[in-house]
Structure formats: structure tokens, C-alpha cells
């Protein structure tokens, strides 16, 4: 867990994301986001029934896909940040997306209201991800799955886990950068840490011999030179918490999940979990 001291953890957090969906002055619907590849790696449906939510929902592009999918299926799109506002946009013709404006650790929302849950990179922003899933949890249908999608602490590959340890001593710093700043300086950076992290990766990834370890390298994920959001995103948020395995398996446990399953999603860097409300 990393959680910078001397400001508002929750208000930050929000207006760093809230910057970051409204760099997006065009908001149009993408074939293929998160929610695509967490389901790639899931061996079920993860859309089901007829009400489902999506944690933090950013600007709205897997709400998007899941609705646009499963017109059948209301969706309900939450985020804390103004990122709602181009969901709102972008969902504008779709008749089953509600949109709430909220923090996924105190949800206006009653009990057992919903089919299914997911969410994609949120919990681990937030100052206490133990609450957030009990939240989670609490809207949930007895016997509901929750699909997330959590930052890995890299605890069984010393390269990454010392490059994480790394990251987060230089934010100590970086939070405290004007974020237009920071932004021009992701983008800045970005294609020198595509051709050092990034071209070695897929060079390696080729080879039968070194596949193995061009997985270990850092930032190994990049979609392209200037796929600057990586960088701002790791370098702009305030609270960082970080999962091993296990840490995975308690966090569901604590907060009331059975049958939980683990996974890694492909090219990233962090769990794929899911299990279901006792």
C-alpha cells in the first residue's frame, strides 16, 4: 500500500481522473476496451441477468460496450470523477445506462440491488479497498459475482517489484506536479520508456527462449511511443495499494466472497478476480 501523506487522498484522486477523461474532448464509441480483454480471461459471461454495475466507470467505454451489448441488461455507470459527464455522452442513445456520480465507499444504492459487478483498475485508488468491496458486496444479490481487476504487487518477480518500489518514491514527488504539467511530461517520457521497456519486451517475447523473461520487464504492456495515460496514470494518483495473490484471496474472503478465482490479465499488469456473495 502507498498512500501520499499532506493531502486529500479522495478529492485528488478524483480531479486526477476527472483531467484525464476530459483531455477526451470527442468522446465516440470504441469496439474494444478493458471489459473486452477482462473477459477474454474469464471462463464466464461476466454481463448477466438484468442489473449489473460498472465501478468507476472512468468516461464510460466499457459501460458503453456492456450496454450497447446486452440491451436486455440495465447498467448502471458510477464514478467519482467528472468522468461521468462524457459517459453521459457517450451513452446518450442508449435506454439502459444510469449514471451516478459517487464513491464506490459510500454508494447511495439499496441492498441486493444487483446481478453482477465489475470493475476495472478503481479499488486500489481508493484509501480503503476493504470497504470498497464490502460496499461492493452489500449491493450485491446473494450468490452475485463481482469481476475486478487489481494492481499486482509483483511480490514473485523482483524485477517489477523493485521498478514498483521505484515508481512510488518518485510520486512522492509527481502528485505534487500541476497536472497539465505532469501530463506534458508523460508525453514527454512516454516514447523513451517504449523503446527502453517496451521494444526489448517484444523483441524477447518472440524468441521461445526468452519469452519467459520478457514478461518481467517493466512497462512491458505499452500500446505504442506515445501511450502517455500509462504514465500519468502511475505517476498522478495519490493512493496506490498493490495485491499479491494471496492478498487477493483474503480481500475477497474479508468481505464475504465464496469460490473466488484468480487469473492475470494478458498483457498488463495486474489480477483478474471474481467471486461470489455468500
Known sequence: MRMIKGIDRAKDTEKSYGFLWG???RIAPV????FNF???VVNEPIVRCTKGIDIGSGCGYDTYIMAKNNPSVKIVSMDTSDGVYKTKELTSELKNVEILKC???DLPIKDNAFDFAYSFGVLHHTANPQKGLLEIARILKKGSPAFLYLYEDHSENRIKYIAV???AKLRVITVK????VLYFLSWIFSPFVYII???PSRILKRFKATQRFSKKIPFNYATGPFSWGNLYDRFSAPTEHRFSRQGVYGLFSECGFRNVNITRLNDSSGWVAWGYKK
Open 165 to 167: 518500489k521505484v515508481i
Open 31 to 34: 469496439a474494444k476496451w478493458h
Open 38 to 40: 477482462m473477459q477474454q
Open 23 to 25: 483531455k477526451n474532448k
Open 197 to 199: 521497456f517496451t521494444v
Open 177 to 180: 506536479i500541476p497536472r497539465k
Open 103 to 105: 464513491s464506490v465507499l
